[in-house]
């Protein structure tokens, strides 16, 4: 989540800087660059999440050296599934909190003749991009992996163009069905990229349990009695 702070804190100073230095009463110059600060604040989110991957690389790296196993206590997908939780959490609270902040009054929603279903979409609009935050870092830390460069490219571009889309608002139609289907098509991929496939679900929904392999080796001898 501080990862994503940081992230978002440089895109605004981007945006802030870049609207103070242009002419402020051109309008459509104003909303090209709402447009831009929202493309440089995605790609900084990536380059981010880049970052905490290489941090939590070291990290696992430090964690195999000092267990009993030279093994990691926590695998690559379970900081992978973390970390997008946490960055789709901390840009659900920023997206809505403002909104929750409004719902409290003064005035009625849709009292000028605009949309009725503003919290409702806004609601979607929010859980849509924390699944999406989860399932890009799943996809994201297995293309780190896997040395998969398209894949990044994939996450990076489905992106911006889950960002572009909220500029249709409020024609919410034009916006939360195409971000809905990106979502669905990222939880799919995310399932692949963690290694599920269809015998998974199959032993999911059966409920059986996988067997394992190892073997216990079980010694009669005694530890000696200290004196």
């Known amino acids: 989540s501080f990862f994503w702070l940081v992230s978002v804190l440089f895109s605004s100073l981007v945006w802030f800087i870049s609207v103070q230095v242009s002419n402020r009463d051109d309008a459509v110059l104003q909303y090209g660059l709402l447009i831009f600060g929202a493309a440089v604040s995605v790609l900084l989110q990536e380059a981010f999440r880049y970052a905490y991957y290489r941090l939590l690389k070291k990290a696992d790296e430090g964690l195999?050296?000092?267990?009993?196993?030279?093994?990691?206590?926590?695998?690559?997908?379970?900081m992978a599934?973390?970390?997008?939780?946490?960055?789709?959490?901390?840009?659900?609270?920023?997206?809505?909190?403002?909104?929750?902040a409004d719902a409290v009054g003064p005035g009625i929603?849709?009292?000028?003749?605009?949309?009725?279903?503003?919290?409702?979409?806004?609601?979607?609009?929010?859980m849509a991009i924390v699944f999406l935050h989860t399932?890009?870092?799943?996809?994201?830390?297995?293309?780190?992996?896997?040395?998969?460069?398209?894949?990044?490219v994939g996450v990076v571009v489905s992106h911006l163009i889950t960002s572009g889309l909220t500029f249709l608002n409020p024609w919410y139609e034009a916006s939360l069905i195409p971000i809905y289907i990106i979502t669905l098509g990222m939880g799919v991929w995310a399932f692949v990229a963690a290694g599920g496939n269809h015998h998974?679900?199959?032993?999911?929904?059966?409920?059986?349990?996988?067997?394992?392999?190892?073997?216990?080796?079980?010694s009669a001898l005694q530890v000696p009695n200290e004196d």
């Open 64 to 78: 195999a050296t000092i267990s009993e196993d030279g093994r990691s206590p926590i695998s690559i997908q379970q």
């Open 200 to 218: 998974n679900i199959r032993k999911c929904l059966a409920c059986k349990r996988q067997e394992s392999n190892q073997v216990m080796v079980y």
């Open 135 to 152: 399932f890009w870092g799943i996809i994201f830390f297995a293309a780190c992996e896997k040395r998969k460069p398209f894949h990044i």
């Open 81 to 100: 599934y973390v970390s997008g939780f946490s960055f789709g959490i901390i840009s659900g609270v920023f997206s809505v909190i403002n909104i929750l």
């Open 109 to 126: 929603v849709g009292v000028h003749g605009d949309s009725q279903y503003y919290f409702l979409t806004s609601a979607f609009l929010t």
